[in-house]
């Protein structure tokens, strides 16, 4: 979200007015300015009693006090995951990240889709405008939600700065697979611990290295060779990334897959499930695998071990063209086009 503010700040300049709104709890409020430190714009943080996240939900629900009674008059409102408040006039649009929580209710805790299933209905039904962070999302926003093609613009997540192939590579005592993911059902990291098991046969020498923090109804991760370092801040991420001898992320459905760019801009081979919802982060230089099969997967390993070098040059060229400039041009172009 950050990022997508920042490269929006980037491409309006003088010539568009950004307010930045957020009712949030007296705790989260500084959080919320420091977050937004650096990026142009009027900031409108309104503190609510706590738990805030009730009040954003009953206002979201209750579909009364257009939020112009608050930032003012708008000409485009453009709500986030967590709030959606009515409005008197102007655009009205979202970002959609993915579909996941109505597609497989069973991989998401109950309460993040409680949160984010009436959020995605709400904006079929009520957007002028949406945004999706990829080709396949926007299909299936289409498809899955009835908004017309038409009206849904593509802005893809770019990277952080942070994320080069130059700088400190972490050594982690041998060579090592590098996997960046929530524990959680819909990363495959079950599937994953199998394939590796075979490589270890052939490999003993490797390790497989999972950065993520405890989701909803995954395992903790358990195997020979296998390194589970918890969350991971992202300023930490680039080394790991770096020192890897190939990144795999097996996962059975994203919206996007921005680990595999990352991977891909600090120089690790990248390693990825062939679900299409992965198409575009992977472009034409990962290697695609059949995530439900662990055989598949040792074998993706294996390649980019061994290709390591060509692939890592590729993957660069590849990652660059996703930048949050890039993001905020694509939706300031579709703020504009909206609105004649």
Excluded at 60 to 81: C, K, M, N, T, Y
Excluded at 92 to 99: G, Y
Excluded at 150 to 165: D, K, M, W
């Amino acid at each position: 979200m950050l990022g997508m503010l920042g490269g929006l700040a980037e491409v309006a300049g003088d010539e568009h007015e950004l307010v930045f709104f957020a009712p949030t709890g007296p705790r989260n409020a500084a959080r919320v300015r420091e977050a937004l430190e650096g990026i142009p714009g009027e900031r409108r943080i309104v503190v609510v009693p706590p738990p805030s996240s009730v009040w954003r939900k009953l206002w979201s629900r209750a579909q009364r006090l257009p939020v112009e009674r608050i930032v003012g008059r708008l000409d485009v409102f453009h709500f986030s995951d967590w709030m959606y408040p009515p409005q008197r006039g102007g655009l009205r649009t979202t970002t959609v990240h993915d579909l996941g929580p109505i597609h497989h209710p069973e991989w998401v805790d109950p309460r993040t889709r409680a949160l984010h299933v009436p959020k995605a209905r709400h904006a079929g039904k009520t957007c002028d405008l949406m945004f999706a962070n990829s080709r396949y999302t926007a299909g299936d926003v289409e498809e899955t939600l009835g908004f017309p093609a038409e009206r849904i613009v593509v802005a893809y997540p770019g990277l952080h700065r942070r994320f080069l192939a130059d700088g400190p590579r972490a050594d982690l005592g041998s060579p090592y697979v590098f996997a960046a993911a929530t524990l959680e059902p819909r990363k495959n990291l079950e599937t994953l611990l199998e394939g590796f098991a075979l490589v270890r046969v052939r490999r003993p020498e490797l390790q497989l290295v999972i950065a993520g923090a405890p989701g909803w109804g995954g395992r903790q991760p358990e195997g020979e060779g296998v390194r589970v370092l918890g969350y991971v801040a992202d300023d930490d991420l680039p080394p790991l990334y770096r020192g890897a001898v190939a990144f795999v992320l097996p996962s059975l459905f994203e919206g996007f897959g921005i680990p595999v760019v990352e991977a891909m801009a600090c120089g690790a081979p990248a390693v990825v499930s062939s679900h299409p919802s992965l198409d575009e982060a992977s472009g034409e230089i990962a290697i695609r695998v059949e995530p439900r099969s662990p055989e598949a997967i040792a074998g993706g390993i294996e390649r980019a071990v061994s290709e390591g070098e060509t692939l890592a040059g590729k993957g660069r060229e590849h990652a660059a063209r996703f930048t949050w400039q890039a993001c905020g041009e694509a939706m300031l172009r579709g703020y504009e086009g909206a609105r004649g």
